[in-house]
């Protein structure tokens, strides 16, 4: 994982909402399901036992990468924003040199990316050839296909 993660504040107090819910919530109630389960006898053959330790686990793995993710989060300001090149969050109008055919994409964090939204990730190889680049420049993007290549038509926010 990176040593920085470019979040929206949208997207930061998300992360905060979730990693606050497993602790109040679902951490006590996988504390609750052990314990019921340990109530039934032998835990050598308690099947109800192993999966709610196993659960908990899961759980405990997921707050710890959540709290690693906080941790590295950086939180990005769209007023500080400069649209005279392609940064974090700007929505980039590209054309692809040999299809022609035009698209509009978000550049977002890692954690954000959703490609039905056109949200791309700032680490793809795509928002890695955008990044820095003004309107009108070429971005040649390495993929297993080749090198692909995109100009620069608009960038907003």
Do not use: C
């Amino acid at each position: 994982m990176n040593n920085v993660m470019y979040v929206s504040k949208d997207s930061f107090e998300k992360m905060r909402q979730e990693l606050q819910h497993m602790k109040s919530v679902e951490r006590p109630a996988a504390s609750r399901a052990i314990a019921e389960a340990r109530e039934k006898g032998d835990l050598k053959e308690n099947a109800e036992y192993d999966s709610a330790k196993e659960a908990q686990g899961i759980l405990e793995a997921k707050i710890a990468l959540l709290e690693s993710q906080i941790a590295i989060s950086r939180i990005v300001d769209e007023s500080e924003i400069d649209t005279s090149k392609v940064s974090i969050l700007t929505k980039v109008t590209i054309t692809n040199v040999a299809t022609k055919k035009t698209v509009t994409y978000q550049i977002v964090g890692e954690k954000e990316a959703d490609l039905k939204a056109n949200k791309i990730s700032v680490s793809s190889p795509i928002g890695q050839g955008l990044l820095g680049k003004h309107i009108g420049e070429i971005a040649e993007v390495k993929a297993p296909t080749g090198v692909l290549k995109f100009k620069v038509e608009e960038i907003t926010l």
